[in-house]
């Protein structure tokens, strides 16, 4: 095989024996698959998650010194973060931090803000009903879903064990 051709897509059609052709395929799998160093993103992600939660907390220190209680102060952070966190999928400015921290941005608050908005900011081109209405929770449902599904059954069950007196 020429070097030009080694592993393209249009070699795995032309392949006329199987074994041939599933060893070219294996080979262009492997050219345009993008190579990642997982250490290296485990400290990017430890770098963005951490700057995302200290950048809460300092939210949380900011509305207690303004005279809030601790648990007037977390919810006010709660709506800071989830502010900025579309504010920022809207701008484009999330998606270009995630790309760059990974599972950092994953950070419950304003990853889950993100994962709401930014079907809304693609699909907005489709109108308001069949591309927002839509497409809002493409991301964001199975885990709304999951979510409640799983809390009302260990509701379910702490109820029982509490009935018990195991609990």
Do not use: H
Not at 94 to 115: D, E, H, R
């Amino acid at each position: 095989m020429s070097k030009q051709s080694k592993g393209s897509a249009s070699d795995v059609v032309k392949a006329k024996d199987k074994n041939t052709r599933d060893e070219v395929y294996n080979q262009y799998v492997k050219q345009v698959t993008p190579k990642f160093n997982c250490f290296k993103n485990c400290i990017k992600a430890f770098i963005i998650g951490g700057i995302i939660c200290t950048i809460g907390q300092g939210f949380t220190n900011f509305y207690m010194s303004m005279g809030a209680d601790k648990e007037l102060a977390k919810s006010y952070n709660t709506v800071t973060l989830v502010f900025l966190s579309i504010l920022l999928t809207g701008l484009g400015i999330y998606q270009k931090l995630a790309k760059f921290g990974g599972a950092g941005t994953l950070v419950p608050i304003t990853g889950f803000a993100n994962s709401v908005a930014a079907p809304a900011v693609e699909y907005k081109k489709e109108g308001q009903v069949y591309g927002v209405g839509c497409k809002i929770f493409t991301i964001a449902g199975p885990v709304i879903l999951y979510g409640i599904f799983s809390t009302w059954v260990l509701g379910i069950i702490y109820y029982l064990l509490k009935q018990f007196g195991v609990v």
